[in-house]
């Protein structure tokens, strides 16, 4: 862990590995905070591609990405390019520790190839208060904000400023309210 562990050590430079976003969000305890938080078994990466030949042969690319890691045996992924021409790489893995390992294994080497300036974001999926949420990472600012759809064009605003809030109690770094942009066609 290395490209997510970047964004966590100068607010929390005890954090190590793939503990990350369990021990920040302490998932793993929900009375801690009175209400469930729980993360799904899907994750995203979104990428806006350019003419290189590794986004041409992106499903290949990021296979052999994969490949490379330890965790290729317990994650699936898919890649789906949407309406606007972005890229989701979609990982599945039951483990969420392995999930988040194989985010940053994938965000690490898209960045080592030269690519790290077309990631747009990383995106966690999960529920908060019984309502499907996304927990969602801008690259750019190494920052995170929460996204919970209500229906197909609204959201539940102040759900999502009382799960910012716990972020932030737990030591995440938080885009500011403005700053919190729907993805309401998230592939996942």
Not at 42 to 63: G, M, Q
Not at 86 to 102: E, M, P, R
């Amino acid at each position: 862990m290395n490209f997510l562990k970047s964004f966590f050590t100068k607010s929390n430079p005890s954090l190590d590995g793939s503990n990350i976003l369990l021990s920040v969000l302490n998932l793993t305890n929900p009375t801690t905070h009175g209400t469930a938080i729980s993360p799904s078994d899907t994750a995203a990466i979104l990428i806006s591609p350019n003419d290189d030949v590794f986004f041409s042969e992106f499903s290949r690319s990021t296979k052999d990405l994969l490949k490379n890691s330890s965790l290729y045996s317990n994650i699936k992924h898919r890649t789906h390019t949407d309406h606007h021409g972005t890229i989701w790489i979609i990982f599945t893995c039951k483990q969420f520790k392995d999930l988040v390992s194989a985010v940053d294994y994938v965000s690490s080497a898209i960045s080592d190839k030269g690519f790290g300036e077309r990631m747009i974001a990383a995106i966690f999926k999960g529920s908060f208060e019984n309502h499907n949420s996304y927990w969602i990472c801008n690259y750019r600012t190494s920052a995170f904000y929460p996204f919970i759809p209500q229906g197909k064009k609204s959201r539940l605003n102040e759900t999502e400023i009382k799960l910012g809030d716990i972020f932030k109690k737990h030591g995440l770094k938080v885009e500011p309210q403005e700053k919190w942009f729907a993805i309401w066609e998230a592939p996942f």
